[in-house]
C-alpha cells in the first residue's frame, strides 16, 4: 500500500538552469560562456563536490573565483549562483496539494546549499514536506542508495509504500531497483496519470 509521494526537485517542482549563471560569470570574468562551462562543468569536479556536501560554501566560493579568475565578494557570486535559477513546473504544485490530503510528501534532491536557500524562496511549500533529503546534508548523491535509504528512514517507511519520481530516468531505474514505485517525470498531468494508474487517489 502506497503512503507516500517522492518528489525530485529540478525539472520536477521547479525547472531549474544555468545558463544565466555561466553568462553572468563570463561577464565578469571577461571569458566566453564556452570557456566558463569547459573551466567549471568539463574541467572540474567542483559543482558535484558541492551538491555532495564534500566541500562548504566557502570552499566552493573560493575555488570556484579561482577555476574562474574572478575577485567578487562571497554573497555577491552566491546571489549570481543561484538566483533566478528555478522558475515553477506547471501543475506540480497543485498536484502535491491534492496528493497531500492522503498521503505523506517527501523531497529527495541533488543540491547545494546555496542553491537551496534560493528554491525555498521559489518553492517554500517544500519546507512543509513530511520529510526533505539533501544530497549535500546526507554527504551522498543519487543514484547512490545512501540518498534513497535516508528519505526513506526520515519517512519511516518501506520502499514498496513509496512512489519516487525524478526527471532523470537513470535515478528512477535506481528507485525500482531499490523497491519503489518509481515514474520518469514529463509532466503533472502525465504524472498524475501514473500514479493513477497505480491506483492512487488523487482528490
Not at 549563471?21 to 559543482?47: F, H, N
Not at 560554501?57 to 570556484?64: K, P, R, T
Amino acid at each position: 500500500m502506497i503512503k507516500a509521494i517522492i518528489f525530485d526537485f529540478g525539472n520536477v517542482i521547479c525547472h531549474f538552469t544555468n545558463d544565466i549563471l555561466r553568462q553572468r560569470i563570463a561577464d565578469i570574468s571577461g571569458k566566453t560562456v564556452e570557456e566558463i562551462k569547459e573551466l567549471v562543468y568539463i574541467k572540474s569536479d567542483i559543482g558535484k563536490r558541492f551538491e555532495a556536501g564534500l566541500i562548504n560554501g566557502q570552499e566552493f566560493y573560493e575555488e570556484l573565483c579561482q577555476i574562474c579568475g574572478i575577485n567578487i565578494p562571497y554573497q555577491e557570486l552566491k546571489t549570481i549562483y543561484s538566483k533566478d535559477k528555478f522558475t515553477r513546473v506547471e501543475g506540480t504544485k497543485e498536484l502535491i496539494e491534492k496528493l497531500r490530503k492522503k498521503y505523506k510528501v517527501s523531497l529527495l534532491s541533488n543540491t547545494s546549499e546555496w542553491d537551496w536557500d534560493y528554491m525555498i524562496q521559489v518553492a517554500p511549500e517544500v519546507l512543509s514536506f513530511d520529510s526533505i533529503t539533501k544530497s549535500y546534508e546526507v554527504k551522498a548523491m543519487k543514484p547512490s542508495e545512501v540518498i534513497y535509504a535516508d528519505a526513506l528512514k526520515k519517512l519511516n517507511l518501506k520502499p514498496e509504500e513509496c512512489v519516487y519520481t525524478d526527471d532523470i530516468l537513470e535515478y528512477v531505474d535506481k528507485a525500482k531497483s531499490l523497491g519503489f514505485e518509481a515514474f520518469q517525470f514529463t509532466t503533472a498531468n502525465k504524472f498524475e496519470e501514473d500514479l493513477k494508474s497505480i491506483g492512487i487517489e488523487i482528490l
